[in-house]
């Protein structure tokens, strides 16, 4: 069976990305599973281009198919910051990088709307193989909410939901979410390319 590497530390991530692709004809690995590399400097621009800089890295050091994602928390009012730079957004702990952004958004009227956005991209052979890209539309909760989903989730309000991505159940979540509609287009794509017998579904069912 093909193998993919799936380039992420992130625990909360390699789990969605588990199970958005269920079914998909290919073994999952983990950076774990390929020996130690350090991390690359994300010195993109734009989401592509830190999922594209990423999945090359990777690829070169392991030579195994990856897929690689750079995702992040588009605030309107802000001027689209954080974006690219979510994770590196000013606190030690997100209740810190909560209280920065609470404070950032306090002059401005509310609604405080905002997106996530994810990119994704696959590096198979050496060159960039598939690319997708998935967001979600919300607004930023008046307070943090939610034990459930892990970064931004909790101060991250669907209006559809009527309440945060961390106050919703993991099936929800991954119905409604950025990653989970990137990682639905690459699951279709994995099928297409090396076959197999799941269906071309938007997302599986989460037990």
């Given at each position: 069976m093909q193998q993919l590497l799936v380039a992420t530390t992130n625990p909360g991530?390699?789990?969605?990305?588990?199970?958005?692709?269920?079914?998909?004809?290919?073994?999952?690995?983990?950076l774990s599973d390929v020996g130690t590399m350090d991390?690359?400097?994300e010195t993109g621009a734009t989401?592509?281009?830190?999922?594209?800089?990423?999945?090359?890295?990777?690829?070169?050091?392991?030579g195994v198919m990856t897929v690689a994602e750079d995702s992040g928390l588009v605030i309107d009012a802000l001027g689209g910051r954080p974006g690219v730079h979510s994770a590196r957004y000013p606190g030690d702990s997100y209740e810190e990088k909560f209280a920065n952004l609470y404070r950032e958004l306090a002059p401005h009227p509310r609604p405080?709307?905002?997106r996530f956005t994810c990119v994704l991209a696959v590096v198979q052979d050496g060159r960039?193989?598939?690319?997708?890209?998935?967001?979600?539309?919300?607004?930023?909760?008046t307070t943090p909410s939610g034990g459930n989903g892990f970064g931004y989730?909790?101060?991250?309000?669907?209006?559809?939901?009527?309440?945060?991505?961390?106050?919703?159940?993991?099936?929800?979540?991954?119905?409604?979410s950025h990653?989970?509609?990137?990682?639905?287009?690459?699951?279709?794509?994995?099928?297409?390319?090396f076959?197999?017998?799941?269906?071309?579904?938007?997302?599986p069912p989460i037990q």
């Open positions: 991530k390699i789990r969605e990305i588990r199970i958005a692709l269920t079914g998909a004809p290919v073994e999952l690995l983990t991390e690359p400097e989401f592509i281009d830190n999922a594209r800089l990423k999945a090359e890295y990777y690829f070169a050091g392991s405080w709307t905002a960039v193989a598939f690319t997708a890209e998935g967001s979600v539309e919300g607004e930023i909760a989730d909790p101060i991250f309000y669907h209006p559809p939901y009527g309440r945060t991505l961390a106050d919703v159940s993991d099936a929800q979540k991954l119905a409604a990653r989970g509609k990137a990682f639905a287009q690459l699951r279709n794509w994995l099928i297409e390319e076959g197999g017998s799941a269906s071309r579904e938007a997302l």
